[in-house]
């Protein structure tokens, strides 16, 4: 993240700097966009279970932004349900028992 030139981000950031610096994002739409990127992880995580780490640390991210967005704003309840139950799931496949279950009752509440 402190690279002297954008080509020497790791390209896993880049997208996440994109959408951070884009004017007009909304909490919501960085959401969508971090647990897209959790996702991602997960999928990848059937071949190399270094990227469960990945995806709880999106789907971290997304949960703050999520957090971030008012109440009122249609479907952000159901999106943290998801982010929780999703980083659960992460959580189990990396064998956080505690954090998984944390997390399931979280999106169960």
Do not use: M
Not at 52 to 69: D, E, I, S
Not at 86 to 101: D, V
């Amino acid at each position: 993240l402190f690279a002297d030139h954008p080509d020497e981000v790791p390209e896993e950031f880049a997208d996440a700097i994109r959408a951070i610096t884009e004017e007009g994002e909304s909490p919501e739409s960085l959401a969508e966009h971090y647990k897209t990127k959790g996702n991602e992880c997960f999928q990848r995580g059937k071949v190399n279970s270094r990227y469960y780490r990945n995806a709880v640390q999106y789907y971290g991210q997304a949960l703050g932004f999520a957090l971030a967005a008012e109440d009122g704003v249609p479907g952000v309840s159901r999106l943290r349900s998801q982010l929780l139950s999703n980083r659960a799931q992460a959580h189990l496949q990396l064998r956080n028992h505690g954090s998984a279950l944390a997390d399931a009752a979280a999106a169960l509440g």
